[in-house]
T-cell receptor, first 112, second 111 residues
Framework: NAGVTQTPKFQVLKTGQSMTLQCAQD?????MYWYRQDPGMGLRLIYY???????DKGEVPNGYNVSRLNKREFSLRLESAAPSQTSVYFC???????????FGDGTRLSIL | SQQGEEDPQALSIQEGENATMNCSYK?????LQWYRQNSGRGLVHLIL?????REKHSGRLRVTLDTSKKSSSLLITASRAADTASYFC???????????FGAGTRLFVKA
């Protein structure tokens, strides 16, 4: 069972470059999420999609955009990367908002 | 700002001992969840307790919830080296649609 798959696993960018992080789930979940995890800060919600066709801002949305491409896929885009966006990014999905979330193994992103 | 705050930040115990982690939160909640994260991996869901429940068990895990004190505890009994991980509480407040995670407790179980 693949669960939640994130690509790429690692990426190094230069300041100002753009990039899209991909996420796909095979559990037929309605809700999907993007988090960032910084040392000692736990996870902070960037954007979420409660259901296909909807997206909403989380706690730290500035500098990011998302697309819920279909029920399976939820992408996160950095239009102009900044060093402050160096982090580990996690995608997650759940049957519905408030239900247990299943996580991918993360994308480790460094911006120089 | 984060909703859940775990205590302690780090905990080191011997294999076979019990480990207790605490979580405090600020607003009214629908439910509270506990997750585990092994180094370099994503979070794994452990247990969900609803606001009208006071205690829940799952294998060696025992979770309590005290809504009057806005706090929860996670007890891992007879710990094993494989329990070494970070543990996070997460709350879904009644006012929104977001799950908010705390900063986590790092547990180290010595064999």
């Amino acid at each position: 069972n693949a669960g939640v798959t994130q690509t790429p696993k690692f990426q190094v960018l230069k300041t100002g470059q753009s990039m899209t992080l991909q996420c796909a789930q095979d559990m037929n979940h309605n809700s999907m999420y993007w988090y960032r995890q910084d040392p000692g800060m736990g996870l902070r919600l960037i954007y979420y999609s409660a259901s296909e066709g909807t997206t909403d801002k989380g706690e730290v949305p500035n500098g990011y955009n998302v697309s819920r491409l279909n029920k399976r896929e939820f992408s996160l885009r950095l239009e102009s990367a900044a060093p402050s966006q160096t982090s580990v990014y996690f995608c997650a999905s759940s049957e519905a908002v408030g239900q247990p979330q299943h996580f991918g193994d993360g994308t480790r992103l460094s911006i120089l | 700002s984060q909703q859940g705050e775990e205590d302690p930040q780090a905990l080191s115990i011997q294999e076979g001992e019990n480990a207790t982690m605490n979580c405090s939160y600020k607003t009214s909640i629908n439910n509270l969840q506990w997750y585990r994260q092994n180094s370099g991996r994503g979070l794994v869901h452990l247990i969900l307790i609803r606001s009208n429940e006071r205690e829940k068990h799952s294998g060696r895990l025992r979770v309590t919830l005290d809504t009057s004190k806005k706090s929860s505890s996670l007890l891992i009994t007879a710990s094993r080296a494989a329990d070494t991980a970070s543990y996070f509480c997460a709350t879904d407040d009644t006012g929104g649609f977001k799950t908010i995670f705390g900063a986590g407790t790092r547990l180290f179980v010595k064999a």
